[in-house]
Every structure is written in C-alpha cells, then in structure tokens.
C-alpha cells in the first residue's frame, strides 16, 4: 500500500510545492486548507505522515497537533514562519516529531519525512534493535549483545517508549501520562530519577544509545548512525 501523507497548510503554494515532490516520490497527498478539514479528512482517510503548518484558520496547527496525538499513532512534521525557541517549545509541547521553519528546503523536508517513517516503523514492532541493544517488548527483556540486563518494569517501559520514537522529544508529563497513568500521585522528578539508573546502566554504551536531556521540555533517545 502506498504511504499517505496529510499537508495541511492555508497556503496553496506550500501545498503545489510539497505535492509535486511527494508525488515525484511515490507517495498518495491528501490536502488540507486548514485544521477543520485535515481532522475531516483524516476520519475518512487513512494518513500515516501528517505536515502541519501551525498558522492556520479553523483549527491551528498546535490544535491539530494535540488531537493527532490523542487519536492517532502517526507521525507529525510541522512547519512554521516562527523561529524561536518559544515557538519550538510549543510545537513539541503540542506532540510534533519534527520542526521545520519556512521558508524550507523541500529536498530537506523529503529526507526529514522519510526518517520520520522509518522511526514509525519500530512502534509497530515487537522488537526495537538499536545498534547491539535489543529491546523486546513482548518478553519484557534487553539485551547487549548476547547478554541479558535486567530492569524493573517501569525503567524497560520508559526505555521502550523513548526507543521506539528515536529524536522524539517527549515532556515529562507526557512520559508520566504515558508509563504511570493519569492517578499517579507523584511528581515529574520520578522521570528524572529514571532516566539516571537508565543512563547507568547503559554506561560507556553511548555507540549504541544516548539519552538526551532538552533543557526546559523533557527527554529524548537518539541513536548514534554506524
């Protein structure tokens, strides 16, 4: 099945540009003059990739953003004449996976998208393989090689959901939501607290993950390239 990608942007000529690329490339575009209709269009059509510019009338990107993630597990780039870090931030607090600020480079934009799918192909897995480091979700184990490390249920659960969207920034609150559940009484700092056992335990591994703070939003896991 071909891959099908959402551009929803109030521009007509950021949609002609990035449908002649896309298609050039072989993937199926649906489009979208604004929020309202980018959440009609994904409750009719299937959409595995969602381009979403922030500036838009109806329902804003960030508005759309936060509702893809409540409903769907895709991933989403999003696009924005804004440059600072302000702005960032409440992209990422929204939910997007990438951030690109126009105007942009469309053969850029290409390789963002395909690296955006081939993360989103490891959610789907049981099994995440970064570098020598195995994560498997179906027997709760990881493993370094040919060797086994054990870890308590909440530290693989986080580990696995950082690991399954590599360059994914996820806030605290979002990774308390995902891992401890609304009624979890305790504060933010347990996260902080997790991902230091993470980091020892993966000590002197930084070849095969690197768990990355971003000062002032949260955390995310990268995978160093071989």
Known sequence: MRVHILIADDDKHIRELLRFFL?????????????????ALMEQVQIHLAVVDVMMPAKDGLALCREIRSY??????????????????????AGTDDYMVKPFDP??????????????????????????????????????GDERISLPLKEFQLLAQLAGHPGRIFTREQLLQLIWGSDFMGDSRTIDVHIKRLRERFEGREQDLILTTIRGLGYKLEVPSR
Do not use: C, H
């Open 72 to 93: 769907y597990d895709i991933p989403v780039l999003m696009l924005t004449a804004k440059a600072e870090m302000a702005d960032k931030e409440q992209g990422f607090l």
């Open 107 to 144: 053969k850029e934009l290409l390789f963002r998208i395909k690296a955006l799918l081939r993360r989103y192909q490891m959610v789907s897995s049981e099994v995440i393989r970064l570098n020598e480091v195995t994560i498997d979700r179906g027997s709760y184990e990881v493993w370094i």
């Open 23 to 39: 298609r050039k490339e072989g993937y199926e575009v649906f489009e979208a003059e604004d929020g309202e209709r980018a959440s």
